[in-house]
């Protein structure tokens, strides 16, 4: 007797990644090709335009999930009200937390003196302190957390562990950055592709990936960019851009990461395990009397 072989079907992954890239990528080379500094040119605009590549990638995967009737990914969290909203402020002040660290560290080893200077400037530039929190909020956060953690991040977990899950996205999210360097005005541009400061950029991109990875499984989208918006607005703030800090807070960062991560073993994000065919979970019971099943 034959048993149908169960079809898979595509997960998105790929069509998330091409729709990302290309969205992003194209916004920003004409962002490079108009020139001036994105602080005050035409060039803003489609710099702006860039930051929502996942987003936009997001979308399009929903998008095409839901016309052919799919069910979510096993590690998706969904959006709802629940408890699990209960760590989006602890992880908000973790994530504070850990930059703040890293630049008192930073000081304490010769580093420059911790300052708000700099924060202040930011914020009066902004117009305010409300109009600088929006600001922070979309640049990064909302603009990409539906898609690198809402969306890659669940289709990752689906053949990979948090960690590895975390290391690969972190390392396809700070490929997707390059670009910035290139373009006047921004943070990465100040710091120079070929130069300790960008090479420290592009590393500390993976422990915050794993940070919101982590922040993700705990209570969704929300967390995620909870996470995203601590780490840079806090960096703002500080004005943590000397290589002495970057180094400290990827440090420091790392160090949490991975201490959160051993903290609990790993699991589906839901909390349950992952959907398995009843014949197939019998087969298993049947040749083997002892199953053992991760938990949280």
């Not at 998706?76 to 890293?102: E, F, H, K």
């Amino acid at each position: 007797m034959t048993t149908a072989t169960p079809v898979r079907r595509p997960s998105g992954l790929a069509l998330y990644f091409a729709v990302t890239f290309t969205t992003s990528w194209a916004f920003w080379l004409v962002a490079i090709a108009l020139g001036g500094s994105v602080k005050g040119s035409p060039a803003a605009i489609p710099y702006v335009l860039g930051g929502f590549g996942p987003v936009i990638g997001a979308i399009v995967v929903r998008a095409r999930r839901a016309r052919r009737h799919e069910p979510a990914p096993a590690h998706t969290v969904g959006l709802r009200l629940s408890t699990r909203l209960g760590w989006v402020p602890p992880l908000l002040v973790m994530a504070s937390a850990t930059v703040l660290a890293g630049v008192v560290l930073a000081h304490l080893l010769g580093g420059p003196v911790v300052s708000l200077a700099e924060g202040r400037s930011l914020v009066s530039d902004a117009g305010g302190p409300v109009p600088f929190f929006v600001a922070m909020l979309v640049a990064g956060p909302l603009s990409e957390e539906p898609g690198w953690r809402g969306t890659a991040y669940p289709r990752m977990r689906a053949s990979l562990g948090r960690l590895r899950a975390g290391l690969l996205l972190g390392a396809v999210w700070a490929v997707w950055h390059v670009p910035l360097f290139f373009v006047r005005g921004t943070l990465q541009a100040g710091f120079g592709l070929i130069s300790w400061g960008g090479l420290l950029f592009v590393l500390s991109v993976i422990p915050v990936a794993l940070l919101t990875g982590f922040a993700y499984e705990r209570a969704g989208v929300a967390a995620s960019i909870a996470v995203h918006l601590g780490v840079n607005g806090t960096i703002a703030v500080l004005g943590a851009g000397s290589p002495s800090a970057q180094a400290s807070v990827l440090a420091v960062q790392s160090i949490v990461a991975i201490t959160l991560l051993a903290w609990q073993r790993d699991r589906p994000a839901d909390g349950s395990s992952v959907p398995v065919d009843p014949h197939a979970r019998q087969a298993a019971t049947n040749s083997s009397p002892q199953i053992s099943r991760t938990r949280g």
